[in-house]
């Protein structure tokens, strides 16, 4: 039976009144080859392997007309469409401004405007999805007290630990597994994990936006230790969206 806790949002995320909302445990990450699987033992007609290139046939549509202003709608599923932004390597608008008042004319055309890149996927259920997993699933709550974030009191190389060993366990770790762990409010966890993220020594970083972001092993700092012939202290992993 599926678990759920409840986590007492943080004074700093709303208005200032107390709020608690239930955040559903996770155990474990189906991969590809898992789905795989269970789509096999699902459907018994279909080959793993015809279910294979059925899916990537599936993200092979999806990359080709994406990003040509199409959403993608799958019956009983969702839709997923694009979200953008700006791309961070590139000079914003007052770095262009600051060159051109300082006389280097040269370097107007090259910052006058930004890249616009894809920031990621949004994902909206079909509601006759939601509805018929609400008719089979009942949840139990795991803890009898709610979870009160709190300032950590461990140590920053403590607190990257305890990351890492969330995201070995279970593929990726999201916010509130790192709030919980760390006894942090969102938004502190949040901010804390903007300078591991940005930090090339810390061994983590991100993938996703917005609701899906969620925090990996750095496989360039994990490569770079391999060359080095150094100790491997970081475990490579892969992060997927499956939508069960």
């Not at 709190?150 to 593929?171: L, P």
């Not at 916010?175 to 938004?187: E, V």
């Amino acid at each position: 039976m599926p678990n759920y806790v409840l986590q007492e949002m943080s004074e700093e995320m709303g208005n200032g009144k107390k709020k608690v909302y239930p955040r559903m445990q996770t155990y474990s990450l189906h991969d590809f080859d898992t789905v795989v699987r269970h789509m096999h033992e699902y459907s018994g007609s279909f080959s793993e392997g015809a279910i294979r290139g059925v899916l990537d046939a599936l993200v092979t549509t999806m990359k080709s007309w994406m990003p040509l202003g199409h959403s993608i709608k799958i019956d009983g599923l969702g839709v997923f469409s694009l979200t953008l932004g700006f791309d961070t390597s590139t000079p914003s608008e007052a770095a262009a401004a600051k060159k051109q008042r300082n006389g280097n004319a040269d370097d107007e055309l090259k910052t006058k405007y930004r890249h616009v890149c894809i920031k990621g996927i949004r994902f909206k259920p079909d509601p006759q999805l939601l509805q018929q997993m609400n008719k089979e699933a009942t949840f139990e709550r795991a803890e009898t007290d709610v979870v009160v974030p709190r300032k950590s009191s461990d140590s920053r190389e403590e607190r990257i630990r305890k990351a890492i060993a969330i995201i070995e366990q279970q593929g990726y770790m999201t916010l509130s597994d790192y709030a919980i762990a760390t006894g942090q409010s969102r938004s502190t966890a949040s901010k804390d994990l903007r300078q591991l993220a940005n930090d090339p020594t810390s061994g983590i970083t991100t993938r996703g936006s917005h609701s899906h972001k969620v925090w990996v092993i750095n496989k360039k700092k994990q490569t770079r230790q391999t060359q080095k012939g150094g100790p491997r202290l970081f475990v490579s992993c892969e992060w997927r969206i499956i939508s069960r």
